[in-house]
């Protein structure tokens, strides 16, 4: 794996996105973001914004990239 130094932030949000949507849809709702991050901090730690503040960065980059919810509105 990449270290930070090489890795640019942008390169990190891109993998995390494509790691989120790499999921099966039933496992990509609002409620899965915090079981994800757990996945990333096991098996791709390096992708994981440094600092404070990470979870939040997370849920933030894959928002946007929710499953619909049938009778529920994405955030």
Excluded: Q
Excluded at 3 to 8: G, N, P
Excluded at 45 to 74: C, D, M, W, Y
Aim: no cysteine; net charge negative.
């Amino acid at each position: 794996m990449r270290s930070w130094e090489k890795t640019t932030p942008e390169e990190r949000d891109r993998r995390i996105v494509e790691a989120w949507r790499d999921r099966p849809e039933r496992n990509r709702s609002d409620d899965d973001v915090l079981a994800f991050y757990g996945w990333i901090l096991e098996h791709e730690p390096t992708l994981i914004p440094p600092g404070p503040g990470s979870f939040e960065r997370v849920r933030e980059l894959v928002t946007p990239h929710l499953a619909k919810s049938p009778g529920r509105p994405n955030p």
